[in-house]
């Protein structure tokens, strides 16, 4: 019974952790270097932006257009 228990509540840990990351979940970004920012572009959805050099952008922008 106790591994029964267990096992849910490993379920409902990991179900939490896969929603907080679902926004960024498929980006990968690569970063192109241009003086003191970067261009940033996602290799999965091709989303492009504009960001502090060496900072990983933390959201998806493939909806925002």
């Known amino acids: 019974m106790i591994f029964a228990v267990g ?3 490993a379920f409902v840990i990991l179900l939490v952790f896969n929603m907080k990351n679902r926004d960024r ?3 990968r970004w690569r970063e192109y ?3 003191d920012t970067s261009q940033w572009r996602c290799i999965h959805c091709g989303a492009a932006t504009e960001g502090t050099r060496g ?3 933390k959201l998806c922008f493939r909806d925002r257009g």
């Open 25 to 27: 979940r498929q980006c």
């Open 33 to 35: 270097r241009q003086g």
């Open 7 to 9: 096992l849910v509540i």
């Open 55 to 57: 900072e990983v952008p």
